[in-house]
């Protein structure tokens, strides 16, 4: 019982692969981007729930990180570096802090809100032992930054550091996890459609709300087919994708993308980057060889068939080329994932990314 209870729980925590970001700018550009302020799931944690002692839903234990330096588990759902420091490093800056190990700073480099498990609504993975910061008290914490950053640089300034500042926005693979869950209140409730619907419109809510406190530039990470995770893979005999699953993501980036699109034509200085994770982890399940991966089914780290029956532990088994896999654990992908990921983004202008590429975004 106790395995099975560590299952679920990772299970429910996880997220995979919204997923990332990123793109290329020369130095003076890369310059001009004073801070990131990063909202999101596990795919960018880098350590806030570390800071959740209630929480069962963690990285802080191997294998996690056994190829980070020092190969230190520092919380990050990986077996390295993630997606947050891939985009970080592009951009010429340091990794944006996880808020909660230093609530009391002045953020004026950035800081990371995401925090593994969370989802847009506040009752995706919240009971008894599951515990995240979910979006909406992502943006409250914003709101107590920004006011320290004001007391520091005065009312003026600190509009024009925001405006200059980037906030990508990582969610909704944990919403969607938890709604096909088979025990799920939430499909009790309500359909796929009003449930992608309400998904949507309560973060377009949310992003009004950072328009608000002064975010101009967002970096909208789509959901990759998350019924290709290992875990949903698992539950099928024959290791096939969950189709409904797939089919559900996509109709929420649909939405996502309308919704965007929206707030653009209400809020004049809202701009944005919309990043089609979606496409391009199918192209990396149809095309594996291309991005040097041998392996896009099993998870690197687990027990059982597609190392997918049991999470990621100390005691699980782990794969010995992790630069071949797309996927670390049950749902989150390698630390060669993540940088590929981030190669494309900067790399594939209009491909992938729309209606602008970061560098334009950045540029505005
Ligand atoms: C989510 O939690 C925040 C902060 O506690 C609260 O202000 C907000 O109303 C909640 N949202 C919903 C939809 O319940
Ligand atoms: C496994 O996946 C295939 C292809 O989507 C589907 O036809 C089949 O019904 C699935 N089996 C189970 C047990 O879900
Ligand atoms: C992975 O590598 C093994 C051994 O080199 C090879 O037999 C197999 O075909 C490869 N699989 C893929 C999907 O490339
Ligand atoms: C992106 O561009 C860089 C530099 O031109 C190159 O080294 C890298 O292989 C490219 N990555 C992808 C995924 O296209």
């Given at each position: 019982m106790a395995s099975f209870g560590a299952e679920r729980s990772m299970e429910f925590s996880c997220i995979f692969l919204s997923l990332f970001v990123l793109f290329s700018f020369d130095q003076t550009r890369a310059q001009s981007v004073p801070a990131m302020y990063v909202f999101g799931d596990s795919i960018v944690d880098v350590g806030n729930n570390n800071h959740l002692p209630l929480s069962i839903i963690r990285?802080?234990?191997p294998n996690n990180g056994i190829d980070y330096p020092g190969k230190k588990a520092t919380g990050r759902f990986s077996?390295?570096?993630n997606a947050a420091d891939f985009l970080a490093e592009k951009l010429g800056l340091s990794t944006a802090p996880p808020y909660l190990s230093q609530p009391n700073s002045v953020f004026v480099k950035g800081v990371s809100f995401a925090s593994g498990g969370a989802g847009i609504f506040n009752v995706t993975n919240e009971n008894l032992i599951k515990h995240t910061i979910p979006l909406p008290h992502q943006v409250g914490y914003f709101s107590t930054v920004r006011q320290g950053l004001e007391k520091e640089l005065g009312s003026t300034a600190v509009q024009g550091h925001l405006a200059k500042s980037l906030f990508p926005i990582v969610i909704g693979s944990n919403d969607i996890i938890n709604y096909f869950n088979s025990d799920s209140d939430a499909s009790k409730k309500s359909s796929p459609q009003q449930y992608v619907a309400l998904m949507v419109s309560t973060l377009k809510e949310?992003?009004?709300?950072?328009?608000?406190?002064?975010?101009?530039?967002?970096?909208?990470?789509?959901?990759?087919?998350?019924?290709?995770?290992?875990?949903?893979?698992?539950?099928?005999?024959?290791?096939?994708?969950n189709k409904e699953v797939n089919y559900w993501s996509n109709k929420y980036n649909e939405g996502l993308k309308q919704m965007l699109n929206e707030v653009k034509a209400e809020l004049k200085e809202f701009h944005?980057?919309?990043l089609d994770t979606y496409s391009v982890f199918v192209d990396f399940i149809e095309s594996p060889s291309t991005?040097?991966?041998?392996?896009?089914?099993?998870a690197c780290c687990g027990l059982g068939r597609l190392r997918a029956k049991l999470?990621?532990?100390?005691?699980?088994?782990?794969?010995?080329k992790r630069s071949d896999?797309?996927?670390?654990?049950?749902y989150h992908p390698t630390e060669a994932a993540a940088r590929i990921f981030i190669d494309i983004f900067v790399n594939g202008s209009g491909n992938y990314v729309s209606p602008m590429t970061l560098q334009q975004l950045i540029a505005i």
């Open positions: 990285a802080d234990f077996n390295g570096k949310l992003l009004k709300g950072l328009y608000g406190l002064g975010g101009r530039k967002f970096l909208a990470i789509g959901l990759a087919p998350i019924g290709c995770a290992p875990k949903q893979r698992f539950r099928n005999i024959t290791g096939e994708c944005y980057s919309y991005y040097g991966f041998n392996e896009t089914k099993a999470p990621c532990t100390p005691v699980s088994q782990f794969c010995s896999h797309l996927f670390w654990d049950i």
